[in-house]
């Protein structure tokens, strides 16, 4: 019994593998050799990136092998896919659907394969190469899963249309963004971070013509119209079907196109942050240093932490030297072009900084640098208790502006910058605590009109937030202005000098007025961050010319007369390293207005300023200021060793 039992159960068993065997490998031998082929094609452009990246650096063992399993799975779901579309899908289809991922693939080995590989980073960027090549891979099915679907008879037409929408807008993303990435490679050569993801989510259409119109030549925006609209084309045909195109199939090949998507569509949501730019994305709101999420944690404690703010000063500036405050913060302006602080620039950028550099009342600091290449990122530690050194964090933070209230100022922020989005969880959440906040459309020089309407019979503490030096150049000066002002140099570098010179012209008016009718006691002018004519003030690739800045302090004789040790210890820091985001601590001390939040050793008019140029930190804490190839090296040696003393 036993016996006739095992042998039926052997007889089930090999009829179940002979039908599978005929089910597969004979009904559908076609199928098969359809899939080898498109697989073999894959495996073939596989073998030739990983050559070339391994002609360029040594890949590790287990970049082969992932390469290899992900070659198995795109046949096996390539099988089953065209095994329910048997004669629905024929091959052009197939390979017009592989063609986004050709595409896909060929940009990012490019990338990576050319891009410059350190010991640091070599794994890093390996990893990400492979796990973007096994996205354009997988997408490729995606799209392909709804080829099967377009190719369904009696479709219902909202979902046709659906489906090819969606179809088109996959083909055309998985073709553009690549490419996308080529261009933005060939112009920063480097990889395209959080940072970058970040200036272009804050960034308004205004200046997205202006970033166009100064980065590209009229033939190279043309050129990327024409590659638009080629890719669009492509995306368009390969979602096209005729009516002829399209077949009759049973329930459980349907069955099988919808659990294909859903296991596709399931594979790519747990390993979402492998796709550019969602993993670019993820890292900006990432909950441990994601810069988004730090700027939300402002935004929600900011009314908290001024709340516990408290000043351990009795008697501070406003009631010793009553009168105005004003901070100027300038916008992409670079020491390196003003001739105020670079003697040896030719172009005479800043006439009216250089003769007050000569006078008693101002103090001019040569080692100033930014925190941070981008201005929502510089000006949120600017402005708060958060710096690169205290490991607080935005959400911890107090801002100046009450500190300043605090004090007894009535606080004012004036800006010709745009309001956006992103700035609603930073730099404008901090300006909102401000009694008086005014957003002005126009140029610099229209600040000054803004500043005549405040009262000049009260303690003032006034923020002027130019537009200054950002791209593009000439937008940022009127015209009659820019004639009178043309210095002899190349374009790009005549029209920054022609912004700078603005500048310096809208600070004369604005002190003039100030000093003659608004009882001015203390001004002080430094820029978010400095500017690269190349690149520009990106994060990536990074330039020292990006953070420095200038800064200067104005202390008039009556403050200098009630406060003469913060007079001398300004003027003792002249050559001292600065970076902007101490500036929290340091208008605190120049205002009497020590609080819970303040920490002496950050404060530049303080004799217990501690932050040497070994100390010295810029981009988050990442870089060393002591880097900085345009140094003095025998000045910086000395600076050390005098560090190392204390």
């Known amino acids: 019994m036993n016996q006739f039992k095992y042998k039926d ?3 089930f068993i090999d009829n179940i593998v002979h039908n599978t065997y005929v089910f597969l490998f004979q009904k559908h031998l076609d199928v098969l050799k359809e899939s080898a082929f498109v697989s073999f094609f894959m495996y073939v452009l596989g073998i030739i990136f990983l050559s070339y990246m391994h002609t360029q650096f040594s890949l590790p063992y287990n970049i082969y092998s992932f390469f290899v399993y992900s070659i198995d799975k795109f046949f096996v779901i390539l099988y089953a896919l065209l095994m329910a579309s048997k004669n629905g899908v024929n091959r052009v289809q197939v390979m017009l659907c592989l063609l986004p991922a050709v595409v896909w693939n060929i940009a990012y080995t490019y990338i990576f394969g050319t891009i410059n590989h350190t010991s ?13 090549y096994s996205a354009g891979t997988l997408l490729s099915l995606v799209l392909l899963s709804f080829s099967c679907f377009l190719s369904i008879q009696k479709l219902p037409q909202i979902l046709s249309l659906t489906m090819r929408f969606l179809s088109t807008i996959l083909s055309f993303i998985m073709m553009a963004i690549p490419v996308s990435y080529v261009i933005y490679f060939t112009k920063y050569h480097s990889l395209f971070d959080e940072i970058s993801l970040m200036s272009i989510i804050a960034t308004n259409i205004q200046e997205s013509k202006e970033y166009i119109s100064t980065m590209f030549t009229q033939e190279e925006v043309l050129t990327l119209f024409l590659i638009i609209v080629v890719i669009f084309c492509i995306s368009y045909r390969i979602t096209y079907f005729k009516k002829t195109d399209k077949h009759s199939y049973s329930g459980i090949k ?27 994305y993820a890292k900006l709101n990432q909950l441990d240093g994601g810069p988004m999420h730090a700027f939300e944690e402002l935004k929600k404690n900011i009314d908290r932490n001024n709340r516990a ?28 072009y003003m001739h105020a602080f670079n003697e040896n620039y030719p172009h005479r950028t800043t006439p009216w900084e250089t003769r007050m550099k000569m006078t008693p009342d101002f103090i001019f600091f040569s080692s100033a640098y930014s925190n941070f290449s981008n201005t929502v990122m510089a000006l949120t530690q600017v402005l708060t208790s958060s710096n690169q050194y205290n490991e607080q964090s935005l959400g911890e933070a107090a801002d100046i502006i009450d500190v300043a209230h605090k004090a007894g100022y009535h606080t004012y922020w004036i800006s010709t910058q745009d309001r956006n989005g992103i700035w609603d969880a930073g730099v404008t ?12 459309e126009g140029k610099d020089d229209q600040i000054l009109r803004e ?48 912004s700078l010179a603005f500048t310096d012209d809208n600070l004369k008016n604005i002190f003039n007025y100030a000093n003659t009718n608004m009882n001015l006691q203390v001004m002080t002018y430094f820029s978010d961050h400095g500017e690269n004519l190349k690149y520009k003030h990106v994060s990536e690739p990074f330039y020292y010319d990006m953070i420095r800045i200038p800064f200067w302090i104005y202390l008039s004789p009556w403050y200098r007369e009630q406060y003469p040790d913060i007079a001398n210890t300004l003027r003792a820091h002249r050559e001292s390293v600065f970076t902007n985001d101490m500036m929290f601590e340091t208008m605190s001390g120049i205002l009497h207005a020590k609080s819970n939040f303040y920490d002496e050793k950050y404060d530049f008019s303080n004799q217990q300023y501690s932050i040497t140029w070994q100390d010295a930190k810029t981009m988050r804490g990442e870089l060393r200021i002591a880097d900085d190839p345009d140094l003095n090296k025998a000045v910086v040696g000395n600076n050390l060793h005098d560090s190392s003393q204390k």
């Open 254 to 280: 349907k069955v099988t196109f919808i659990s294909v998507l859903f296991f596709l569509m399931f594979t790519m949501w747990n390993k979402g942050a492998t796709y550019f730019p969602l993993d670019t």
């Open 429 to 440: 959440e901090i300006a909102e605590h401000a009694d008086y906040k005014k957003w002005i």
């Open 451 to 498: 500043l005549k309407s405040i009262p000049t019979n009260q303690n003032n503490f006034i923020i002027l937030h130019l537009s200054g030096s950002h791209y593009k150049y000439t937008e940022k000066v009127p015209d009659e202005f820019a004639r009178d002002h043309r210095f002899s140099a190349p374009e790009e570098e005549a029209d920054y000098d022609t």
């Open 309 to 336: 703010l408290y000043l351990t000063d009795s008697h501070t500036t406003a009631d010793a030297v009553p009168g105005t405050v004003i901070v100027v913060i300038g916008e992409s302006a670079c020491r390196d």
């Open 120 to 132: 640091e980073n070599h794994t890093y960027y390996m990893v990400l190469y492979v796990l973007y």
């Open 9 to 11: 159960i052997k007889i």
